[in-house]
């Protein structure tokens, strides 16, 4: 009887705990955080569901280059152009272009340079992302797809030859006319150069630049390509601002960026954080995500690219500069990625 006793007494006060918990909970400011239950990616909710896979293979491609392949149960198909979130041991969520063969139902093959100066994520790839570690991914996305085209021109620089290499095999099995510039510091830090000088053949699909060697690539090929082109880039930001350059006049090349657009790079306006109660002020030369983090430290955030979509929050008032690369246009209306948007006018009001 005493031992009832004593469970009917702990089971009363874990209750009373519970309730007491649920009502500071729910009469908090800043309740519930964040706002949106899950960020949402904007091409299907598959490819925001996290999915468990192991590294089964690690090899080095090019000098200061990790290739892993990926391999787990249930993994969505994808086509080329197609990229993956990572989310690092850390909890970092980095994105990376799969580089694999789109027939392999079982893995999925990306690859990464080490940049030392970076934010921490290619340094955790290399550093820690052995054989054997297990990883949660997400996605299959394709922000950079191959449309159909009987002619290609593609022009690739250093790592951004991940994206581009499917579409070359793709080009390459449909029997379209193609080339490519492939373009890198040298030719050891160049993945993949010998399999794509192999699709390449002896013609002159394929022209390597390598820096050291000869210089900067000469682009002037594309204006005089016929209209039937679908011209490709991805590579370093001066790259691609060449290649637009280089583009007649009417016709537009099609882009896969390392970064997002600038954070900054437009006037200070003011936010107001509904649910606290609280107004500060974005400077001109700041981030909004990193203004709200001042006043709500707790705030989910990662990539702060505007890839992932783990800092989005609903806008209840006020015109939106949007930056991401992840939202469609219907949750556009009312909301935003805080980590690279911007208020277009002078005041935004957030869920927050």
């Given at each position: 009887?005493?031992?009832?006793?004593?469970?009917?007494?702990?089971?009363g006060a874990a209750l009373l705990v519970r309730r007491a918990v649920r009502s500071?909970?729910?009469?908090?400011?800043?309740?519930?955080?964040?706002?949106?239950?899950?960020?949402?990616?904007?091409?299907?909710?598959?490819?925001?569901?996290?999915?468990?896979?192991?590294?089964?293979?690690?090899?080095?491609?090019?000098?200061?280059?990790?290739?892993?392949?990926?391999?787990?149960?249930?993994?969505?198909?994808?086509?080329?152009?197609?990229?993956?979130?990572?989310?690092?041991?850390?909890?970092?969520?980095?994105?990376?272009?799969?580089?694999?063969?789109?027939?392999?139902?079982?893995?999925?093959?990306?690859?990464?340079?080490?940049?030392?100066?970076?934010?921490?994520?290619?340094?955790?790839?290399?550093?820690?992302?052995?054989?054997?570690?297990?990883?949660?991914?997400?996605?299959?996305r394709n922000r950079f797809p191959l449309v159909g085209s009987p002619a290609y021109?593609?022009?690739?620089?250093?790592?951004?030859?991940?994206?581009?290499?499917?579409?070359?095999?793709?080009?390459?099995?449909?029997?379209?006319?193609?080339?490519?510039?492939?373009?890198?510091?040298?030719?050891?830090?160049?993945?993949?150069?010998?399999?794509?000088?192999?699709?390449?053949?002896?013609?002159?699909?394929?022209?390597?630049?390598?820096?050291?060697?000869?210089?900067?690539?000469?682009?002037?090929?594309?204006?005089?390509?016929?209209?039937?082109?679908?011209?490709?880039?991805?590579?370093?930001?001066?790259?691609?601002?060449?290649?637009?350059?280089?583009?007649?006049?009417?016709?537009?090349?099609?882009?896969?960026?390392?970064?997002?657009?600038?954070?900054?790079?437009?006037?200070?306006?003011?936010?107001?954080?509904?649910?606290?109660?609280?107004?500060?002020?974005?400077?001109?030369?700041?981030?909004?995500?990193?203004?709200?983090?001042?006043?709500?430290?707790?705030?989910?955030?990662?990539?702060?690219?505007?890839?992932?979509?783990?800092?989005?929050?609903?806008?209840?008032?006020?015109?939106?500069?949007?930056?991401?690369?992840?939202?469609?246009?219907?949750?556009?209306?009312?909301?935003?990625?805080?980590?690279?948007?911007?208020?277009?006018?002078?005041?935004?009001?957030?869920?927050?």
């Amino acid at each position: 009887m005493p031992r009832l006793t004593t469970v009917a007494l702990v089971a009363g006060a874990a209750l009373l705990v519970r309730r007491a918990v649920r009502s500071r909970m729910t009469t908090a400011p800043l309740w519930p955080m964040p706002s949106l239950d899950t960020p949402v990616s904007g091409y299907g909710r598959g490819s925001t569901v996290p999915r468990k896979v192991r590294v089964t293979r690690r090899s080095t491609p090019a000098e200061g280059v990790v290739e892993l392949r990926l391999e787990g149960a249930g993994l969505p198909a994808w086509q080329p152009g197609a990229h993956i979130d990572l989310v690092l041991p850390s909890g970092l969520v980095r994105q990376y272009s799969l580089c694999g063969d789109p027939g392999d139902p079982a893995s999925y093959t990306v690859a990464t340079r080490l940049v030392e100066d970076g934010r921490g994520g290619s340094r955790e790839v290399h550093g820690q992302l052995r054989e054997g570690v297990e990883i949660e991914i997400r996605g299959p996305r394709n922000r950079f797809p191959l449309v159909g085209s009987p002619a290609y021109a593609f022009v690739a620089g250093g790592i951004g030859i991940t994206p581009v290499l499917s579409m070359l095999r793709a080009a390459e099995a449909a029997g379209a006319d193609w080339r490519l510039v492939y373009c890198g510091r040298s030719r050891a830090t160049m993945p993949y150069l010998e399999e794509i000088e192999r699709l390449g053949g002896d013609g002159d699909r394929v022209t390597v630049v390598a820096e050291d060697e000869s210089g900067f690539p000469g682009l002037e090929f594309l204006a005089h390509l016929p209209a039937e082109t679908a011209v490709y880039c991805c590579g370093p930001d001066g790259l691609m601002d060449a290649v637009a350059a280089a583009m007649p006049e009417g016709r537009t090349a099609r882009f896969e960026r390392f970064t997002a657009a600038a954070t900054t790079g437009g006037t200070a306006f003011e936010v107001e954080l509904r649910r606290s109660g609280r107004t500060l002020t974005v400077a001109a030369d700041r981030s909004l995500l990193s203004a709200v983090r001042e006043e709500v430290p707790g705030l989910m955030y990662s990539c702060q690219q505007g890839f992932c979509g783990t800092c989005q929050q609903r806008v209840l008032e006020g015109e939106i500069d949007h930056r991401d690369e992840l939202l469609t246009d219907e949750e556009r209306d009312d909301s935003m990625l805080i980590c690279v948007s911007r208020c277009a006018g002078k005041r935004l009001v957030l869920d927050l």
